[in-house]
């Protein structure tokens, strides 16, 4: 039996497998821009949690990804071969991104900054060690030690031609330049009373940029130790520094609010500025060397592009990828497919994911008060947060009629009305769905639902009102109870059959109620033994599940109206909950960080597994392949893969004392279409042999256009006849060739070239023998033709004629050549190999030749032995031919 049905517990979960995580690109921690020299592309490294994603600039496709270190990468750096990523007191090195092939251990304290340095990597921790690493050898090759207290390393850079030199920058302001080579402090220099934050080289030699944590950047000589130029942005500290080196002389910097301006060092001035390029503090801008294009990455978890191709120095985005700048809280997949992810997070934000490819990932941006007020805020560029609406509680989507209007509906934290969303316009809808004006001001909307034909929804507030809306046109279409109200406390949940026949609802009340969908009558209600938190329905098989406070879960059927099943196992809150695709399976989620899957027919637990985040939102993919998780503190959206599809799952009742074992959450994945293939991978590449087996018959893999067009050459010519007859050509070319000079001079033919150009033809000129009649003359003898069976594949068809004509005696061959010929053909049809060409050339061969060849008693006999072989090997594949066609044709008229 697999692990997950041991009561013992032997690792993980039997019916679930970590895949991948969808939507988690980056964090806090700035990007490292590399340049491969053969692939001539540009490559981004960035972090995501232990591990090290590597994005193609072109596409900012995932083309690998780094094996998972033990604790989070805290600074990544790289070369032009390694990745270097520190981990709490450890950096390693990656190499092709991938596997760890170097370790350097000696720091005491988390490590904070790396710098390459040709053959060494310099490596600064937190207590003030500064060792600078052999990289080959994994040595250490200098230590020094700072005292934080009075010069703590903020920032590090190489100044560009100083070699063995490093500019340290420390958060006293002042800045300090090394040689590691000898190990001597070389120059110092006193600072502008603010701690640097951003040291970056210039593409001017000796000069430097420098960020501050007062918002200052001050453009630096350090040869002549003269501030050339300074600069102050209003949005507190440089978080990031770049120079544009495609022509223009423009230095970005980053800020905390997620802005980055635009500074002109010739002008000395501003030049313009982005806002809101990042939800959070930019933590990395770098600009593609030589192209107008900046990459920026921030812990919004977004990375960037952006091209300069607007008027005044402006840029836009070129592209991006995105994810929650805030973790989600409900999840649930749209459409019958299960390839997109509706998610709804902190951010305020909702954004579709798809599992096939990154490409297709979609936002819906971020919900509004009011859209027009909120496109306006977006052209001047002025932050209205009243304007935004709260995250999302809770949402509900249909496909039946999206097409035609807004298919989702959601609530939002703390607000009355819910908002329609469109999913193929992906934006928000045009309607905020609010009850009438007689309802309770201080009320929000908790819950949600769409009817399966995607005509209403139905919505639950906090103030017992449960309401119909139409989603055409927007309008109120009644509610539920006496006095407006279905419940007397909180609705919870909200519900409706696949007929539209019946709502269900329950509330903090503790009450289940079932309601006619048209007439909005009370038809029983059912009473809980506490308080439900949320509710869920499987429409086809009619079984809505309940999750109550006191930790169980109740089943109960929707057709005879009776509790059928009941759960106990969870020690915390149930979060979520989710329903097999055939509704045999309740998944469940809770804030005790167990994942448990309930069998609905048997009753009892079959599978739990532990998280080390606890799960906030569950749900299954209705086509039964993944089951999907979002989770506390995380950005992404886990996948796992149900075993149960690819394999045999033993699966038991477990006991009421399992302790269920630890899964690791998966991580991020490369993208198959996007995949680097590496040198190694390259020369390991496998080659298919010319002919899998002697007895097997091989084609050529030439054009059909190189064989099947032999026999009607004639036909061809004729069709290409020119009508009109051809025009001689002028005396002399319109342009005469001329020697380079001030005075035009025609070029004439040099005494040497006049003497070397004898009028006297040579003897070998008048032979009519070509190249391939001598290779088919030489092979003859030798017994092997591969040399003019080459020359014929490399010729169009009309040299085929041509070659094939001049075999006979007419064309300057003889009846030798006719024989070789013969025996050529016999040897491919014996091996096997070029099938279509054998019986192209042979046809033609024939064609040309026949009559000639019945003269021949060494021909005759030689086609009489060819055309055995030729019946032999017909023989065989008619049968194959014959076996097939009869299997195909029982197949499809066999009543199976």
Known sequence: MPGGGNPGGSGGSALFSGFRVLGQYCNHVPHVLRYHQKHREFYLVTTVGKCLPLYNVKRLGIVAVSNSLPDDITCVAADRMLSFAAAGKVVSAFARNKEVVMRFEGHKQEVRLLLPLGDHLISVDSGGDFIVWDVQSGDEYLRLHFNPGTFDVSAMMHPSTYMNKVLLGSSQGALQLWNIKTSKLLYTFSGWSAGVTVLQQSPAVDVVGIGTATGRIIIHNIRLDETLMSFTQDWGPITALAFRTDGPPVVASGSPQGHIAFWDLEKRQLLTQQRNMHHTAVAGATFVNSEPLLITNGADNAIKVWIFDQEGGGARLLRSREGHSAPPTTIHHHGSDGKNILSAGQDGTLQSFSTVHERFNKSLGHGSVNKKAEKNRQKKGVAFNELRLPAITSFSSALARQSDWDGIVACHRGCIAATTWNYQRSTMGVYHLMPPASAHKDTAATTATITSCGNFAVIGSSCGRVDVYNLQSGLHRGCYGEEGKAHRGVVRGVATDTLNQLTITTGSDSLLKFWRFKTKKQEEELKMNSTPALMMLHRDSGMLALALDDFTLQVVDIETRRVVRKFAGHHGSINDMTFSPDGRWLVTGGMDCTVRTWDLPSGSLVDCFLVSMAPVSVSFSPTGDFL??????????????????????????????????????????????????????????????????????????????????????????????????????????????????????????????????????????????????????????????????????????????????????????????????????????????DFDLAHGYLALFLKLHLRSLSDDTEATAALQRLSARLEASWAELRASFDQSLCLLSYAKSALL
């Open 628 to 833: 999907a998780t979002s989770h506390i503190d995380s950005l992404g959206i886990y996948l796992w893969t149900n075993k149960s599809l690819c394999g045999p799952v033993g699966l038991r009742p477990l006991p009421a004392d399992y302790q269920p074992e630890t899964e690791l959450l998966p991580g991020v994945v490369v993208d198959e279409v996007e995949e680097e293939v590496t040198d190694e991978e390259m020369q390991n590449e496998y080659k298919s042999c010319d002919q899998l087996g002697a007895e097997l018959v091989t084609l050529s893999q030439l054009p059909e256009s190189r064989w099947r067009s032999l026999l009607h050459l004639d036909e061809i010519k004729k069709k290409n006849k020119p009508i009109a007859p051809p025009v001689a050509p002028t005396a002399a070319p319109f342009f005469l060739p001329t020697v380079p000079g001030l005075t035009p001079r025609f070029s004439l033919p040099t005494e040497g070239e006049q003497e070397t150009q004898s009028k006297v033809l040579n003897w070998q000129s008048l032979s009519q023998r070509s190249e391939f009649a001598s290779a088919l003359e030489a092979a003859l003898e030798s017994g092997s033709y591969d040399r003019p069976l080459q020359l014929l594949k490399d010729c169009g068809p009309s040299a085929i004629s041509i070659e094939l004509s001049s075999l006979s005696s007419e064309g300057g061959g003889d009846n030798g050549l006719l024989v070789a010929f013969i025996h050529m053909i016999d040897s491919m049809l014996l091996s096997g190999r």
